[in-house]
């Protein structure tokens, strides 16, 4: 762990904070080579301030060949989420290079990640869904950022999971979060290759990941966010993350194996007794993890069909 404190330039106040050592501020995520701090930032005169969350590589691993790959993506994050301009998106705050060239990332903070709800709701109730009123608040949420970042900025957010959705208070608004594997799409939602390059590749995690992200003749849309963004309801329905058959993740893993696989299929529902009050839930996590990426929705669509959901409520 880093014992030095670190300046970052805030460009919207034009100052220098000082972001405290590591070990001074709260871990509250984490992932490959990453971790995530909140920060409390010290108070104006007679002005409370909000915490930021503080992204940056861990500092054990910044010597691994993988931790290239994992800062290269934290300044594509930063670049992407300085553009983004959402309630329903992460907001970016500022960022900073170390004396390294590691990139650190400060965000709008959040109370939690859906993941860690997701967890801590399976310790505490065991396997008692989320209140399907819980689900569709978060699902409107998630669909109207998808909307927003697939036919406003012609984005493929690209790794959508209940680690990557943040929740502030008692899902008062849920708001995603990790672009650093969001491709270019083009107007027609398919993945912009002259932006990209030809040579482009899905790095999505395997578990979420929509069929098609498997097949040879790989076609990814903006359709592989609206599978994962199923899954994640199937996540709230199950309090566990999907379930993939061994040969799926051997195969995403290994190009050399060459055997045939079978189309991926939704995972079953959970066997637990969903009330008819979670009707409205499992037809939207059904059509929104229709192995055939033509037929399922698009964000768009989704955003009409929560508008009349929320207007009811």
């Known amino acids: 762990m880093d014992n030095f404190q670190t300046p970052i330039k805030n460009k919207l106040i034009n100052n220098v904070i000082q972001i405290p050592p590591s070990p001074l501020m709260k871990k509250i995520g984490f992932g490959t080579h990453v971790v995530v701090y909140e920060f409390e930032r010290s108070p104006l005169p007679e002005k409370?301030?909000?915490p930021w969350a503080i992204k940056?590589?861990?500092?054990?691993?910044k010597q691994q060949d993988s931790a290239k790959t994992a800062n290269k993506r934290l300044k594509a994050e930063a670049e992407i989420l300085r553009k983004l301009n959402h309630p329903n998106i992460v907001g970016f705050r500022a960022c900073t290079k170390q004396s390294d060239d590691t990139c650190i990332i400060a965000m709008e903070g959040c109370t939690s990640s859906l993941?860690?709800?997701i967890e801590n709701r399976l310790d505490y109730l065991g396997d008692v869904p989320f209140p399907p009123n819980t689900i569709l608040k978060m699902s409107s949420d998630i669909v109207n950022a998808l909307d927003y970042l697939h036919n406003e900025k012609l984005l493929l957010h690209g790794d959508i999971k209940s680690m990557n959705i943040l929740v502030k208070g008692e899902f008062v608004i849920c708001k995603l979060c990790d672009f650093g594997v969001s491709l270019p799409l083009t107007k027609a939602g398919e993945i912009d290759k002259e932006k990209a390059g030809e040579d482009v590749e899905y790095a999505g995690t395997p578990h979420w990941c929509a069929p098609e992200v498997f097949q040879d003749n790989q076609i990814i849309t903006s359709k592989a966010d609206i599978y994962s963004f199923g899954l994640v309801i199937w996540e709230m329905l199950s309090l566990a993350p999907p379930n993939m058959s061994e040969s799926f993740e051997?195969?995403?893993f290994d190009s050399s194996i060459d055997e045939k696989i079978e189309p991926r299929q939704r995972p079953p529902?959970?066997?637990?007794d969903l009330e008819p009050e979670y009707n409205l839930v499992l037809e939207i996590y059904f059509c929104c993890t229709i192995v055939d990426f033509m037929k399922r929705p698009n964000a768009q669509n989704l955003?009409?069909?929560?508008?009349?959901?929320?207007?009811k409520k």
């Open 48 to 50: 409370s301030r909000s």
């Open 56 to 61: 940056k590589l861990i500092e054990s691993h």
């Open 115 to 117: 993941g860690d709800l």
């Open 250 to 252: 051997e195969s995403f």
């Open 269 to 272: 529902l959970p066997d637990v």
């Open 303 to 311: 955003v009409k069909v929560f508008n009349q959901i929320m207007d």
